[in-house]
Nanobody, 117 residues
């Protein structure tokens, strides 16, 4: 089993920044892909950004240029640096990791990000 612990959410004003972290622990040899998803009230969960073990990144169009995903393989940790935040970024952010391309992903418990004056 794999456990994910997220941190870094909170309340921030428009234009502000936050950094989310997600640390994975448990029966881990390597992690294929790590990603961040978000779910706003009344909306479906959507991919925000992902990063593979090779460093290939993928971003939702709505966050390109403002959010940056990175990972520390030695710590099994993924980060999401969020800059120039706007109210549209308000959501619960979830970490997801897949150990291989062929196995289901594991989800974190979610961390709330609220962007408001």
């Amino acid at each position: 089993q794999v456990q994910l612990v997220e941190s870094g959410g909170g309340l921030v004003q428009p234009g502000g920044s936050l950094r989310l972290s997600c640390a994975a622990s448990g029966s881990i040899f390597s992690i294929y892909v790590m990603g961040w998803y978000r779910q706003a009230p009344g909306k479906q969960r959507e991919l925000v950004a992902s990063i593979t073990d090779g460093g290939t990144t993928n971003y939702a169009d709505s966050v390109k240029g403002r959010l940056t995903i990175s990972r520390d393989n030695a710590k099994n940790t993924v980060y999401l640096q969020m800059n120039s935040l706007n109210p549209g970024d308000t959501a619960v952010y979830y970490c997801n990791v897949k150990l291989t391309p062929f196995t289901p992903g594991y989800w974190g418990q979610g961390t709330q990000v609220t962007v408001s004056p």
